[in-house]
């Protein structure tokens, strides 16, 4: 049987990823507030703990068609500071589509590379709310800082993709051109 072209490789991608993204983007809307709560438990400690935020309550307002409005919400010094959490917390879906998409991992490899992918998204959502609450008004005066933020959470969960799922073939490449650069025939 002969391979398939590279273009139509590529299109079947495409096409796993937008059936899975469609399906699993809905199903981590519905999670949002177990995992938003995690978020404000967790950032609640990291707050008070590490930077002295006096945080006197925490939680998380669900609201929205599949909690796509939720709010996560701190009370400090009796003002209730919001953070719309719903846009920053949904490139998970993706990612988690792109790596269950790719149709050359091994489960093992796959597993590894959710679990690893996951953390980092997890660890970048509650640095995001950190420093948000912690440096607000700092923000809210660059700018270009927010910006910058959402394009790079945007772009986070393919270059995740992209570096977990095909290291090998990024390091093979590299190899490759070092060999070619120091070869007698260059």
Do not use: C
Not at 65 to 74: G, H, I, P, R
Not at 101 to 120: D, H, M, Q, W, Y
Request: aromatic share 12%.
């Amino acid at each position: 049987m002969a391979a398939r072209a590279p273009w139509t490789r590529i299109a079947f991608l495409f096409l796993r990823f937008l059936v899975l993204a469609a399906i699993l983007t809905p199903l981590w809307w519905l999670l949002i507030p177990a995992y938003g709560y995690a978020l404000v438990q967790v950032g609640g400690i990291l707050l008070r703990t590490f930077f002295g935020v006096a945080i006197e309550a925490g939680r998380l307002d669900a609201h929205g068609v599949l909690n796509t409005d939720s709010l996560l919400v701190f009370v400090v010094a009796g003002r209730e500071k919001l953070l719309p959490i719903a846009l920053l917390v949904t490139n998970m879906a993706p990612y988690l589509a792109l790596v269950m998409a790719t149709p050359s991992l091994s489960l093992a490899r796959r597993l590894r590379i959710l679990a690893i992918g996951a953390s980092i998204l997890a660890a970048g959502h509650l640095l995001f709310i950190v420093l948000v609450f912690r440096f607000q008004e700092v923000l809210q005066a660059a700018s270009e800082a927010p910006t910058a933020i959402i394009q790079f959470y945007l772009t986070l969960p393919f270059l995740l993709w992209i570096v977990l799922a095909y290291w090998d073939r990024i390091g093979a490449y590299l190899n490759e051109d070092e060999g070619a650069e120091t070869s007698p025939d260059a």
